[in-house]
């Protein structure tokens, strides 16, 4: 369970006529993952696809093209096996029928793209009412048409000699060719921009006409070839649909012979198989003839693929450690320990019974609309359990919902207990009348101690996780880097006893000081001033001295000396980073108190009727702004801690997936 599951090598041999019974058992079984063969020699080269793989690939071409025309991308309502064995023929009689169609269409958008083309050109010829014949066919007149913003005060000074005809901007001008250069200098000179005579005959207002009228036509012939490719789209999708992933998986299986070495006469395939199904392939493929099937040893430098082994509760989140990177064979997967400090993180940020309750709300919604495998119902998953722990934290620990506290918080004066607000006004779900039996035992607001040291706590049991899952990890391959890990959680613990020390005269790190690390020595040095626990510094000493003596056996003892202080520095700046836990969760909180407050007391609380009803108004944008708002940097935050400041004790990654023979693609949304 906290490693990926042990890997099997298969060498599979066997006579060519053997090959196509041998894909197809093997792809049906998903459980190889095949290695592909690597160069040519005298006696092996690389496989060809089967006979197949010709017509299977061109009907896929023309089943996609289909779809394409159509427009189906709607998911399969049918399993592929039950396309049928006449795919390929049902295939073409559609090609046919949806070709013609297709055809039509476009060749009518051209022609109406074409109409469109002409209708602009004629339509400012049409305004001037006169025949497209009367702008050309002149010696010893200048013809300008076109646009014109300005006027034509002044034309006269230029020249006498001339026609104008305009109907708003636009504007045709007969002139003397002797004048035509004073005369274009003039129109440009009132913003003159010429246009294209149409190299038509006649009337523009009535070609104009026609080719409107004409287009109107063309239009509806074009609505009725599109209903015609609905209602093929609508008789046709699910077909398209099963009839695509049907030929994607036969493709498959005729062009697996690509990875597998081939002679004239035999092949060989070799790849790795989960132990636990060594049987099950073992006995199905030796009930084909003249089949050899047998495991075989490794080359040292085989990197098996890793296929992880997680219960199902935790799955989701295999999701998270392979957006970080999938684990080298052999190593810990994080998965286990992802699925249990992630949600608990989240849920210490979000903190609130209200909220947790829409996360939990969130994802029981996207579970039941949302198809598995989903890379994003996965992660729907992931956020619905920490609003599990969000809402138990906000009910048990913190005590409050939606923002509001369940009671005051309130503090010890001379006159006894008083109510606490940071606007002198405490406001709780006490105030509205509703009394929950359950008392907080941390108050974000005025608990500011208690939640940096909780923070601080959770960093160093987690990074202490850490280097414990990776002195295991280390184990089997150098014993010296294990002491390393261990050397260095010495270290951590050294610097954890030295902060409980520092603060225990906080409530939280006094019950740990007192209670919890009771079987630390209580001698304590005095330097200059500053108290350190006589424990603390022999494990600081005594872990540095192992650190440095370890590392300055793969490095100069002088570098390793000088990194070690650096790296500790380092380790400490790492459980400190964990307060951004306490911090979002006290901003999240002072956010949602402030929008609160100034919600009801600036607007509901007043009583006047249209403040009221926008106050409702308001009170539901401030709770969806707290409540994105808070998802998004607690996800953030909680994945942060775990990649950055947790992996980095223990993960090194980069391994290859498992992807078996035949194995469907996981969907990403």
């Known amino acids: 369970m906290l490693r990926p599951k042990e890997m099997a090598r298969v060498l599979i041999a066997g006579p060519r006529d053997r090959l196509s019974s041998t894909i197809e058992i093997l792809h049906e079984m998903k459980a190889l993952h095949v290695v592909g063969h690597v160069g040519e020699d005298e006696t092996f080269g690389l496989g060809?696809?089967?006979?197949?793989?010709?017509?299977?690939?061109?009907?896929?071409?023309?089943?996609?093209?289909?779809?394409?025309?159509?427009?189906?991308?709607?998911?399969?309502?049918?399993?592929?096996?039950?396309?049928?064995?006449?795919?390929?023929?049902?295939?073409?009689?559609?090609?046919?029928?949806?070709?013609?169609?297709?055809?039509?269409?476009?060749?009518?958008?051209?022609?109406?793209?074409?109409?469109?083309?002409?209708?602009?050109?004629?339509?400012?010829?049409?305004?001037?009412?006169?025949?497209?014949?009367?702008?050309?066919?002149?010696?010893?007149?200048?013809?300008?048409?076109?646009?014109?913003?300005?006027?034509?005060?002044?034309?006269?000074?230029?020249?006498?000699?001339?026609?104008?005809?305009?109907?708003?901007?636009?504007?045709?001008?007969?002139?003397?060719?002797?004048?035509?250069?004073?005369?274009?200098?003039?129109?440009?000179?009132?913003?003159?921009?010429?246009?294209?005579?149409?190299?038509?005959?006649?009337?523009?207002?009535?070609?104009?006409?026609?080719?409107?009228?004409?287009?109107?036509?063309?239009?509806?012939?074009?609505?009725?070839?599109?209903?015609?490719?609905?209602?093929?789209?609508?008789?046709?999708?699910?077909?398209?649909?099963?009839?695509?992933?049907?030929?994607?998986?036969?493709?498959?299986?005729?062009?697996?012979?690509?990875?597998?070495?081939?002679?004239?006469?035999?092949?060989?395939?070799?790849?790795?198989?989960?132990?636990?199904?060594?049987?099950?392939?073992?006995?199905?493929?030796?009930?084909?003839?003249?089949?050899?099937?047998?495991?075989?040893?490794?080359?040292?430098?085989?990197?098996?693929?890793?296929?992880?082994?997680?219960?199902?509760?935790?799955?989701?989140?295999?999701?998270?450690?392979?957006?970080?990177?999938?684990?080298?064979?052999?190593?810990?997967?994080?998965?286990?320990?992802?699925?249990?400090?992630?949600?608990?993180?989240?849920?210490?940020?979000?903190?609130?019974?209200?909220?947790?309750?829409?996360?939990?709300?969130?994802?029981?919604?996207?579970?039941?609309?949302?198809?598995?495998?989903?890379?994003?119902?996965?992660?729907?998953?992931?956020?619905?359990?920490?609003?599990?722990?969000?809402?138990?934290?906000?009910?048990?620990?913190?005590?409050?919902?939606?923002?509001?506290p369940f009671h005051a918080a309130v503090e010890t004066v001379a006159g006894g207990p008083q109510p606490v607000s940071a606007e002198g006004t405490p406001l709780s779900w006490a105030s509205f009348g509703i009394n929950i039996p359950i008392g907080a035992l941390v108050h974000k607001l005025t608990d500011v101690g208690d939640m940096l040291v909780l923070s601080v706590i959770a960093g160093a049991v987690h990074l202490g996780l850490g280097y414990l899952i990776g002195i295991v990890n280390e184990l089997p391959h150098s014993r010296r880097h294990a002491a390393a890990k261990g050397a260095w959680l010495a270290v951590l613990f050294g610097l954890f006893v030295i902060l409980m020390y520092a603060v225990r005269s906080n409530r939280v790190a006094g019950f740990v000081w007192d209670q919890v690390l009771f079987f630390i020595p209580r001698a304590i040095l005095d330097l200059s001033g500053f108290e350190i626990p006589v424990a603390s510094l022999v494990l600081l000493v005594v872990g540095t001295a192992a650190v440095v003596y370890l590392e300055a056996l793969t490095k100069p003892i002088n570098i390793a000396g000088f990194l070690a202080p650096i790296e500790i520095a380092g380790l400490l700046a790492n459980i400190i980073s964990y307060t951004r836990l306490a911090g979002i969760a006290i901003a999240k909180a002072a956010l949602a108190e402030a929008l609160m407050s100034l919600v009801f007391g600036s607007l509901i609380f007043t009583g006047q009727i249209a403040l009221v009803i926008g106050g409702f108004a308001a009170l539901v944008v401030a709770q969806m702004l707290v409540f994105f708002l808070g998802g998004i940097s607690a996800g953030i935050q909680a994945l942060r801690l775990n990649y950055v400041e947790f992996f980095s004790k223990f993960y090194n990654g980069n391994g290859v997936p498992f992807k078996p023979f035949g194995a469907p693609t996981v969907e990403t949304a």
């Not at 015609?228 to 049907?246: G, H, M, N, P």
């Not at 709300?361 to 992660?379: C, T, Y």
């Open 48 to 404: 060809q696809p089967l006979p197949q793989a010709s017509e299977v690939s061109e009907s896929l071409v023309k089943l996609r093209s289909i779809a394409s025309i159509l427009e189906i991308e709607a998911k399969p309502t049918l399993p592929a096996a039950e396309v049928g064995s006449d795919a390929e023929q049902r295939i073409l009689t559609l090609e046919v029928n949806i070709r013609e169609e297709e055809e039509s269409r476009k060749r009518i958008d051209e022609l109406l793209a074409e109409q469109s083309v002409r209708i602009e050109a004629l339509r400012p010829f049409a305004t001037l009412e006169l025949d497209l014949a009367s702008y050309a066919g002149y010696e010893n007149l200048s013809v300008f048409v076109g646009r014109i913003s300005g006027d034509l005060d002044g034309l006269d000074e230029v020249t006498e000699r001339y026609e104008a005809f305009r109907t708003g901007d636009v504007i045709a001008l007969f002139a003397d060719a002797s004048q035509e250069d004073e005369v274009r200098q003039f129109l440009l000179g009132q913003g003159f921009a010429s246009l294209e005579v149409p190299a038509e005959e006649g009337d523009p207002r009535q070609l104009l006409q026609t080719l409107l009228e004409g287009g109107e036509k063309w239009r509806h012939r074009l609505d009725a070839v599109r209903e015609r490719l609905t209602k093929l789209r609508a008789k046709y999708a699910d077909f398209v649909i099963s009839a695509e992933a049907f030929l994607t998986v036969e493709i498959e299986k005729a062009e697996a012979p690509l990875l597998f070495a081939a002679s004239d006469h035999s092949f060989v395939a070799e790849g790795w198989v989960p132990l636990d199904r060594w049987p099950e392939i073992r006995d199905r493929l030796g009930g084909v003839e003249a089949l050899y099937v047998d495991l075989q040893n490794p080359p040292g430098e085989a990197d098996p693929p890793v296929l992880l082994d997680n219960p199902k509760p935790t799955r989701p989140f295999e999701f998270l450690t392979k957006l970080f990177s999938t684990p080298r064979y052999g190593e810990i997967d994080p998965t286990l320990p992802l699925f249990v400090v992630f949600p608990l993180f989240f849920g210490f940020i979000i903190g609130d019974l209200g909220y947790g309750s829409l996360f939990i709300l969130l994802g029981l919604v996207a579970l039941w609309k949302m198809r598995p495998p989903s890379d994003f119902r996965n992660l729907m998953a992931i956020i619905m359990l920490g609003g599990v722990f969000a809402a138990l934290f906000g009910t048990f620990v913190f005590g409050e919902a939606f923002g509001i």
